[in-house]
């Protein structure tokens, strides 16, 4: 799941849409809506966003700490104009990066991606000696060189475990990363169906279930 926040709702409702049609569900939200949603929303869920765009707003530093203190996703300044001295600031604040809008979507996550395999470098490294690649800008993941082919739901769900990889997450938080916290058309035990069949095609290919599942706790990727 990704969170815009911006002033202009035309701003936010155009990302929106644009990460629906990658299948990824986002929120929107203008700087004031946000902070209180930050504030209230509890860290297990905060720990579901992939990541964060800010616009151009005065308080996207504040805001940048105070996601820092719940969550460790990336987060993406989108300004206006360019100016040195604005995005100098906004590194030194703890942005990841700084992008001139309008940026397309698939950027965004390909920029997303680049932050996460740094947070992660030695997961990946592990992954890679493992035979396992998985990509976070739309390509399927490869094992042993060979494309692992996915539907859309399962490639999130196994992206999300790789990135937490060693740390149990719930079945609460998969659903909330790939149908959002507020989606209510869709039930949660969606997700074990989901489960059940990403871990028999892992097993098929690799010999093995890479996925720990505990009743009542949730899933960890061990790789």
Request: charged letters at 30%; glycine letters at 8%; aromatic letters at 10%.
């Amino acid at each position: 799941m990704y969170v815009v926040v911006d002033q202009r709702q035309i701003v936010t409702d155009g990302y929106v849409a644009g990460f629906d049609r990658e299948g990824l569900p986002s929120l929107g939200f203008n700087a004031g809506d946000f902070r209180e949603w930050l504030s209230t929303t509890s860290d297990p869920d905060l720990e579901c966003v992939q990541g964060f765009l800010l616009g151009d707003f005065d308080e996207r530093v504040s805001c940048a700490d105070m996601i820092r203190t719940h969550c460790r996703a990336p987060i993406i300044a989108m300004n206006e104009t360019r100016s040195l001295e604005q995005t100098l600031q906004l590194f030194k604040g703890g942005i990841d990066d700084v992008v001139r809008k309008p940026i397309h979507v698939r950027e965004i996550l390909a920029r997303v991606d680049a932050i996460w395999r740094r947070i992660n470098a030695r997961v990946d490294s592990e992954l890679g000696r493992m035979g396992i690649q998985v990509f976070f800008d739309g390509r399927d993941p490869e094992i042993n060189g060979e494309k692992f082919i996915l539907p859309r739901r399962e490639r999130h769900i196994l992206e999300y475990l790789v990135r937490n990889r060693g740390r149990r997450v719930s079945k609460a938080q998969i659903f909330n990363a790939i149908y959002g916290i507020f989606n209510e058309n869709v039930e949660e035990n969606v997700i074990e169906g989901h489960m059940s069949k990403l871990r028999k095609k892992l097993r098929i290919r690799l010999g093995y279930d890479p996925i720990e599942a505990k009743r009542y706790l949730g899933y960890t990727y061990i790789g």
